[in-house]
């Protein structure tokens, strides 16, 4: 699949250029165990494109906590997946502008985001609120989920009024396609909604996690009292894992 052709960027905003490894360690503040895992694990970062108001037609927006002034894609293609989040995070951190990185390891794709504060001590500089991932995707599988997020990305479908909403709407569609992975079908929601679909995501993440100590508890236990207990209490847990992943729908 290729995944960039849909995604309709505007021949304006194409950049299309592999960025040398030795360009962003030599760029950016990275310590030596980070100069280390860049090049071990990158295999090629390219810039794709970059979004400006001159290009995409599409404004700015800045206040004093945060800078949308441009928005880049970047292709972070990686040896292996082990390390993806790590070597992400760095990029994130390395690149100050908000970034919207499409990796891809082994035929399978993530994208990941990240909300960047201008540093009140040096406005040149970013501090990293959180960074976002998407769940893997297939590019060699005929994925409806995976073909209907990636068509949402699709630029003319991404909001317009400011490169802001533009970038927190991919964000938002990496939120949608977690929730659509547990559902079955993708649907593009607005922020209030995904705000409260992440919520949910939470908290089965955390029953999710009971739930598998439980059964490994009942499964060591001897006593048939204790047992029953834990028995009950996992199928309380589980009931309210079924109610949390029906609000999703």
């Known amino acids: 699949m290729d995944f960039l052709s849909i995604l309709n960027i505007p021949a304006a905003c194409l950049v299309d250029q592999r960025i040398p490894k030795t360009s962003i360690i030599t760029g950016a503040e990275l310590c030596i165990a980070d100069k280390k895992l860049l ?37 972070l293609e990686l040896k292996q997946e082990a390390k993806y989040k790590k070597v992400a995070e760095l990029l994130q951190k390395a690149m100050p502008y908000p970034l919207v990185l499409w990796i891809v390891v ?46 949402s990305l699709a630029i003319e479908l991404l909001p317009q009024q400011d490169l802001r909403a533009f970038y927190q709407s991919i964000t938002i569609r990496i939120h949608n396609l977690e929730a659509a992975q547990l559902t079955g079908a993708y649907t593009v929601k607005g922020a209030d909604s995904t705000r409260r679909d992440v919520e949910r995501l939470a908290a089965l993440r955390k029953l999710t996690e009971e739930i598998t100590r439980l059964k490994k508890e009942i499964k060591s236990s001897t006593a048939f009292g204790e047992k029953v207990t834990l028995h009950i209490r996992l199928k309380k847990l589980e009931d309210e894992r079924d109610q949390q992943q029906k609000a999703l729908q």
């Open 39 to 75: 090049q071990d694990e990158a295999q090629e970062v390219r810039w794709i494109a970059a979004f400006k108001p001159n290009n995409a037609a599409i404004p700015a927006y800045t206040d004093e906590l945060y800078s949308y002034n441009e928005v880049h894609y970047i292709l």
């Open 106 to 151: 082994d035929n399978k794709l993530c994208v990941c985001t990240a909300n960047k504060r201008i540093n009140q001590n040096d406005t040149g500089k970013r501090t990293i609120e959180n960074v976002t991932f998407a769940p893997w995707l297939p590019l060699l599988v005929d994925d409806s989920i995976t073909l209907a997020f990636l068509s």
